[in-house]
């Protein structure tokens, strides 16, 4: 437990460093000034070409969501990449190292040409976090998380990162072993990562940029629209494509009956849901309580793990 308690501690510090030198050395290798590049040039475009032109410019919650991107993005997300799929690769290999195997990767794709890597990185790692994404609506647990980044009732590119950081550890840990087992490190990622934000940003904008056939493949603001539907024909929604709308529309899950620029955002009862960077983060794990109808029963003691 201590090996893990120190990569975890380390991973930290290490992160800490990383962050500070980003913020003080501008580079193209550098996800900080990416992010605010990109947001900087989707909210441009928001206010030249706008698809709601009576929604503000600065919209309901632009702030909040300000604040949600560089939290998942930075205090989160790559964290994640670091304390946490640090102590999940070394957990992993333990585990795997029980039953004497010592290597995943079940490919030998380091040599192939750089692009085709890439490419198959994105698209393998977009087609898991399209099955990620329908977990997250049909399991009622996960759901309570991913309600967060339903709550948006006036869509803008900035709503794209508001999600809550359970979803990281779900998206991050599911991720993790199907691409490792293709040989991918995490420094493979910045690229993809960077080129996926991008797309996340302008699926989620407030922009009248129509893709025409190019729809069928890449997401798009069209067509993301219809997710954040308050009242969708299925139970458990469409569209859940990431980056990519050809999942959906390969496996049936589109779903874009009209122009869906005015329609209505959210879910049943959005309006109670809390306002609050906090209370939105206690949320997901109080909801479950108050389902409960039944007096609660005590709690026993969880047996303490002897020196795990
Ligand atoms: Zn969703
Ligand atoms: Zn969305």
Do not use: C
């Amino acid at each position: 437990m201590e090996k893990y308690w120190n990569i975890f501690i380390s991973s930290f510090a290490g992160y800490a460093n990383y962050l500070w030198n980003e913020i003080l050395n501008p580079s193209w290798g550098n996800y900080f000034y990416w992010l605010l590049g990109l947001s900087l040039f989707f909210w441009l475009l928001e206010i030249i070409l706008p698809w709601r032109q009576h929604q503000a410019r600065i919209r309901q919650d632009f702030w909040l969501d300000g604040f949600y991107m560089f939290f998942n993005f930075f205090l989160f997300s790559l964290v994640g990449f670091n304390a946490i799929s640090n102590i999940g690769v070394e957990a992993f290999n333990d585990f795997l190292a029980l039953f004497g195997v010592r290597n995943l990767v079940a490919f030998e794709i380091q040599s192939w040409p750089v692009w085709a890597q890439l490419l198959t990185l994105f698209v393998v790692r977009d087609f898991i976090q399209w099955n990620v994404h329908r977990l997250l609506h049909r399991s009622e647990f996960l759901w309570r998380f991913h309600k967060l980044h339903h709550s948006v009732q006036q869509m803008g590119f900035a709503a794209h990162l508001r999600f809550h950081w359970g979803e990281t550890i779900v998206y991050r840990t599911l991720e993790y072993i199907p691409l490792a087992m293709i040989g991918f490190g995490i420094q493979d990622f910045f690229l993809v990562h960077i080129f996926a934000t991008a797309i996340g940003h302008f699926n989620h904008s407030n922009l009248n940029i129509k893709l025409g056939p190019l729809g069928y493949i890449f997401n798009n603001p069209q067509m993301h629209i219809w997710h954040h539907a308050k009242h969708m024909p299925r139970r458990y929604g469409a569209n859940y494509g990431i980056s990519l709308s050809l999942w959906d529309y390969l496996f049936g899950t589109a779903y874009m009956p009209s122009d869906g620029r005015d329609i209505e955002l959210g879910f049943d009862e959005v309006e109670k849901y809390p306002k609050s960077f906090m209370e939105q983060q206690w949320h997901p794990f109080l909801e479950g309580q108050d389902a409960d109808t039944t007096p609660a029963a005590p709690v026993e003691e969880p047996k303490k793990l002897e020196n795990a």
